[in-house]
C-alpha cells in the first residue's frame, strides 16, 4: 500500500511556469521538428528505423542540430503507418519506410519540396471531422517528456485547482461539466466523485481502469502511450477533489509500451514534485501506483478489478454497497476509466461550459473511438458527441474498401450490439446507442460488410464470453455455455425452430440473472443480431417435429 | 509490516535471489501476489509448482491461493512454451479480417491447436484476446513482435523459417 516514502522536491506554481518557459525556449531553438508517431501501431511497422533514418539523413546533411527529431503518441491514421509530421507546416507522411523517410529530409527539408506521394491530405474529412479535447497532445508532444507537457499547458489544471479551489467546487465545475464515465456504462462523473467526498473513511482510494480488454479497442492504449501525463493530471485533481492520497492505474499487461511510459511519467512527476507530499505548497499529497493486470476481461467490472489489485482473483461481488463506499481494503474507492481522466484536465482549464458546449445535452464533451475493421481508414478518431454515425464511418472512416457494402458497426465489444445501415443517421451519443440496443462502450467500433456472417458473429463474441467468465454466477457460467452450443448447432445448419426460442429465452435470462456485467450484457450481440438480422438465423434453420433435446452431447466449451 | 527473511531455496538457483527482491519490495505483502507471480514468471519463464510454493511461503499465503490466481488469469503460464511462440490476435477486428482462417491454417500446418506446442517443441501457438493494434488487422505477435496485415502464407512463411533453419534467423 502507500508505505514508501518517495520523491522529496518541492515544486510553486512560479516553478511551474519557468518550467514551460524554458521548454519553450528550449523548442525555439531547432529551426524544425519532426514528429516520428512512436505508438504501438506505427513502432510495429517500422517507424523507429524510420526515425534512425531521418537522423542520419539529417546528419549527412548537418541540420542535426537545427532539427530536433521526436516521438510522439497516436496521429490517428493507424492503417496507414508509420506516420511522421513535419512540424513548420503540418505535413503528415504516410507509409514513410526508412527510404521516404530520407526523403522527406532531402526534399521537404532542404529543397522545400513535399514528398507528395507519401503526403496526407489534411483536409480530407479524416482529419476535418473530427474534434480533438482528449487526443489534443497525442502525436503533438514527446510523450516521454514531463517538460514538454508542461510547455503543452499540463499540470495547470492541477495547480489551479489545488490553490484556488476548494474540493466541493472541484466537484460542481465537473458536475456542470455533464461529463460522463467514458467506461461504457456513462455513469455522471461529478456525482460520482461526490459520493466518494462524502463518503465516510480513514483512506480513500483512486484507481484508473486501464484494463482495456474489449476485442477492437484501443483507445485507452493510445492515451496511455501518447500523454500519460494527463492521466496522472485528472486523478491527482480527483484525489484532491474526494479527500484520496493514493491512486492505482490497473493496466493491462498486453500493454507493455502504456506501462513504460506510465512508469517513467510517475517517475518524472515524483522527481519534480507533482506527485508526493504537499504538492504545489498546499496541504495535498497523492501518489499513484501501478498495478499490472493478468489477462482477465472480467477485470473490467469494478468490484472485480479492485479485488485483483488486492493480488487475488478477479471476481466480481454483488453491488451495493458500491466502490465509492466499500472498495479497495473496504475503503471508499473512485473508479473511473482513463478517457474519463483524460477529460478533467480540460475541464477545469477551459470551464464547465465550454466543455458543455461540445456534444449534446445529456451527453457532452467528445468522445474517442477505434475505427476498424472493414473500412478504409482504420485508426483512433475523436469526435464530438452526437455526431451521426454516417459521419464516422463514411466521411471520416472513408466507407468499406472498395467492392463491398456496409452492413453494420459493431460498438460496446462483446457487451454491446450492431447497429445496421437502417440507423447509420442515429446520432452517437448513451442514449440514442441505446435505442437500437447497443451501448457507447469504451469506444471500440467495428466495421462489417456483407461478408460477415451475424450467426458467425454472435458465435465469436459468445465463444470470448464463454472463455471470460469468472465462473462465480451459474447463469453466465452455464447460460453462455448453452448459448454457444445452440449458435454453433444452428450456425452449422443443424439448429430447429425449437432451438432458436430456446436460445431467445436462454439470453433473456441470462441477462435478468446473472450477477456483474459480464453475464448482464454478455447475450447483447446474440439479441442485437437477432433483432437487426433475424433473417440469417432462420434461413439456418432446418425443418424438424417432435422432440428436439438442444443438448447434442458434445461439449463444445472452448479453453485457450 | 515488518519485512521477513525470505526461505533459502535448496537449489542455490540465482534467479531466486532476483525474485526475493521483488517479494522484499512489497514487503512480503499477499496484497502483492500478482505482482510477484508477474516478476517470478518474467525471471523462469513460467510457473511450475515448485516456484508456486516458493512463493506462497514467502508471501504466507495458502497454496490453494496462490494457484487459484495463477490458473485464474490467462496471462499465467504453469507450463514451458516452445523456441518460439506465435500468439494470433482473435479480436474482433482482425476476426472480421479473417484470423479464424489464419488460425485453421496454422493448426493444420503446426499439426497442433493454438495453446499447444509443436510437437518438436519449436514453436507454441496462442491466442491473444486483442493485443490493440486493431488498425493492421489481422495481427500476430511473433516472439515480442508485432507483424501486422497477415495472410495465412505470411504467417506460415514466418514459421517455417523457425522449423527450417531457426539458427540462421533470429526472431
Known amino acids: 500500500m502507500a508505505g514508501e516514502v518517495r520523491g522529496g522536491a518541492r515544486m510553486t506554481v512560479e516553478e511551474l511556469h519557468e518550467m514551460a518557459e524554458k521548454e519553450k525556449a528550449r523548442q525555439d531553438l531547432f529551426k524544425n521538428r519532426i514528429l516520428y508517431c512512436a505508438a504501438a501501431g506505427c513502432v510495429s511497422c517500422g517507424s523507429l528505423a524510420t526515425r534512425d533514418a531521418i537522423k542520419k539523413a539529417l546528419k549527412e546533411k548537418g541540420l542535426d542540430k537545427e532539427v530536433e527529431v521526436l516521438g510522439t503518441g497516436c496521429m490517428g491514421l493507424c492503417g496507414e503507418g508509420p506516420l511522421v509530421k513535419v512540424q513548420s507546416d503540418d505535413s503528415v507522411y504516410e507509409r514513410v519506410d526508412e527510404e521516404t523517410g530520407r526523403r522527406i529530409v532531402e526534399e521537404h527539408l532542404c529543397n522545400n519540396k513535399k514528398v507528395e506521394d507519401h503526403l496526407i491530405d489534411n483536409t480530407i474529412p479524416f482529419f476535418a471531422s473530427q474534434h480533438k479535447v482528449v487526443l489534443e497532445n497525442c502525436g503533438k508532444i514527446n510523450a516521454e517528456s514531463i517538460e514538454e507537457y508542461i510547455c503543452a499547458g499540463g499540470y495547470k489544471a492541477l495547480a489551479k485547482a489545488v490553490t484556488e479551489m476548494q474540493p466541493p467546487d472541484v466537484i460542481e465545475e465537473i458536475r456542470k461539466s455533464g461529463l460522463r464515465g467514458r467506461g461504457g456504462a456513462g455513469y455522471p462523473t461529478g456525482l460520482k466523485w461526490g459520493i466518494v467526498r462524502k463518503a465516510k473513511g480513514d483512506q480513500k482510494y483512486v484507481v484508473c481502469n486501464a484494463d482495456e480488454g474489449d476485442p477492437g479497442a484501443f483507445m485507452d492504449r493510445s492515451v496511455l502511450e501518447g500523454d500519460p501525463h494527463r492521466i496522472l493530471e485528472g486523478m491527482a485533481i480527483a484525489g484532491y477533489a474526494v479527500g484520496a492520497s493514493q491512486g492505482y492505474i490497473y493496466v493491462r499487461a498486453e500493454y507493455p509500451l502504456a506501462i513504460d511510459r506510465l512508469k517513467l511519467a510517475i517517475k518524472h512527476a515524483e522527481r519534480v514534485g507533482l506527485l508526493g507530499n504537499r504538492i504545489l505548497e498546499s496541504q495535498f499529497n497523492f501518489r499513484i501506483d501501478l498495478r499490472i493486470g493478468a489477462g482477465a476481461f472480467v477485470c473490467g467490472e469494478e468490484t472485480a478489478l479492485l479485488r485483483s489489485i488486492e493480488g487475488k482473483r478477479g471476481r466480481p461481488r454483488p453491488r451495493p454497497p458500491y466502490p465509492s463506499e466499500a472498495g479497495l481494503w473496504g475503503m471508499p474507492t473512485l473508479i473511473n476509466n482513463v478517457e474519463t481522466y483524460a477529460n478533467i484536465a480540460p475541464v477545469i482549464n477551459r470551464g464547465s461550459a465550454w466543455f458543455s458546449s461540445i456534444g449534446t445535452p445529456k451527453s457532452s464533451g467528445t468522445k474517442v473511438f477505434a475505427l476498424a475493421g472493414k473500412i478504409k481508414n482504420t485508426g483512433l478518431i475523436e469526435v464530438p458527441m452526437g455526431i451521426p454515425l454516417r459521419t464516422i464511418i463514411f466521411d471520416i472512416g472513408g466507407g468499406t474498401p472498395d467492392g463491398t457494402e456496409f452492413k453494420a458497426a459493431q460498438t460496446g465489444g462483446p457487451s454491446g450490439g450492431c447497429i445496421p445501415k437502417e440507423h447509420l443517421d442515429l446520432p452517437v451519443d448513451y442514449e440514442s446507442l441505446a435505442t437500437v440496443g447497443s451501448i457507447m462502450g469504451s469506444g471500440g467500433m467495428i466495421v462489417m460488410d456483407s461478408t460477415s456472417k451475424m450467426v458467425d458473429v454472435a458465435k465469436y463474441f459468445m465463444d470470448f464470453c464463454v472463455d471470460e467468465s469468472c465462473g462465480k454466477c451459474i447463469p453466465c457460467r452455464v447460460g453462455t455455455v448453452h448459448i454457444y452450443k445452440l449458435l454453433d448447432k444452428i450456425s452449422k445448419g443443424e439448429g430447429t425452430k425449437q432451438d432458436l426460442a430456446l436460445l431467445e429465452e436462454l439470453c433473456v435470462m441470462v441477462r435478468e440473472t446473472s450477477l456483474c456485467g459480464l453475464g448482464q450484457s454478455a447475450p447483447n450481440p446474440v439479441i442485437s443480431t437477432l433483432r437487426f438480422f433475424r433473417e440469417e438465423y432462420t434461413s439456418l434453420l432446418i425443418e424438424e417435429e417432435g422432440f428436439v433435446s438442444s443438448n447434442d452431447g458434445h461439449d463444445t466449451q472452448k479453453k485457450s | ?171
Not at chain 2, 21 to 31: E, L, Q
Not at chain 2, 113 to 142: H, I, M, W, Y
Open chain 2, 1 to 171: 509490516m515488518t519485512p521477513t527473511p525470505s526461505p533459502q531455496h535448496p537449489s542455490g538457483d540465482n534467479r531466486f535471489k532476483l525474485l526475493d527482491r521483488t517479494i522484499t519490495k512489497h514487503h512480503n505483502s499477499g496484497d502483492s501476489l500478482i505482482e510477484v507471480l508477474h516478476a517470478a514468471q518474467g525471471i523462469f519463464g513460467y510457473l511450475e509448482n515448485d516456484l508456486l510454493i516458493y512463493v506462497a511461503r514467502a508471501l504466507k499465503l495458502p497454496l490453494s491461493r496462490v494457484y487459484g490466481v495463477a490458473t485464474f488469469y490467462h496471462f499465467f503460464n504453469l507450463k514451458p512454451s516452445g523456441e518460439h511462440t506465435f500468439v494470433l490476435c482473435m479480436g474482433t477486428a482482425c476476426y472480421v479480417k479473417g484470423a479464424s482462417a489464419i488460425q485453421k491454417a496454422l493448426e493444420t500446418h503446426c499439426k497442433c491447436k493454438f495453446g499447444e506446442t509443436t510437437a518438436d517443441n519449436k514453436v507454441s501457438l496462442v491466442q491473444a484476446r486483442c493485443v490493440g493494434s486493431c488498425g493492421l488487422a489481422p495481427v500476430a505477435v511473433v516472439d515480442g513482435q508485432v507483424a501486422g496485415k497477415l495472410t495465412a502464407d505470411s504467417a506460415i512463411t514466418r514459421i517455417k523459417q523457425w522449423q527450417e533453419k531457426s539458427e540462421e534467423v533470429p526472431a
